[in-house]
C-alpha cells in the first residue's frame, strides 16, 4: 500500500527557497500520480501542483506557478517540490496526495494522503 511520508518544511524568510520530499514508503509510488496541496489556518484546501506517474505531465494552481516546480525521483520512490520566492502567504501545512488516476489527485480526492509538513514564511 502506498504510504506519502512528507518532509522538508521549515521557517524560511521571505523571498527564500524550500524543498519539499513525499516519499513512499510502500514503495508503489511509480505507478500513482503524485500532487501537493497545502492549507493555511481559516483557509480551505488549496491545489499547489501534481505529477503524472512517468513525470510528463504536471500541473500547477496559478498562485504557485512560475515559482514552484514539482518533479519525481521514481528509483527513490520520491516526489518533489522545490518552492522559490516564497512569500508569507505560501504558509502553510503541505500534503501531498497519491492516487492510481492524476484526475483523482488534481481534484483532491485520492487515495493515499501524508501527515503533512508544516511550511512558515516570515516576512
Known amino acids: 500500500q502506498v504510504q506519502p511520508v512528507e518532509s522538508g518544511g521549515g521557517l524560511v524568510q521571505a523571498g527564500g527557497s524550500l524543498r519539499l520530499s513525499c516519499a513512499d514508503s510502500g514503495g508503489l509510488f511509480s505507478n500513482y500520480g503524485v500532487g501537493w496541496f497545502r492549507q493555511a489556518p481559516g483557509k480551505e484546501r488549496e491545489f499547489v501542483a501534481a505529477?503524472?506517474?512517468?513525470?510528463?505531465?504536471?500541473y500547477y494552481g496559478d498562485s504557485v506557478k512560475g515559482r514552484f516546480t514539482i518533479s519525481r525521483d521514481n528509483a527513490k520512490d520520491t516526489v518533489y517540490l522545490q518552492m522559490n520566492s516564497l512569500k508569507p502567504e505560501d504558509t502553510a501545512i503541505y500534503s501531498c496526495?497519491?492516487?492510481?488516476?492524476?484526475?483523482?489527485?488534481?481534484?483532491?480526492?485520492?487515495?493515499?494522503w501524508g501527515q503533512g509538513t508544516q511550511v512558515t514564511v516570515s516576512s
Open positions: 496526495v497519491a492516487d492510481s488516476l492524476l484526475a483523482r489527485v488534481v481534484q483532491g480526492t485520492g487515495d493515499f
Open positions: 505529477i503524472a506517474w512517468n513525470g510528463g505531465n504536471t
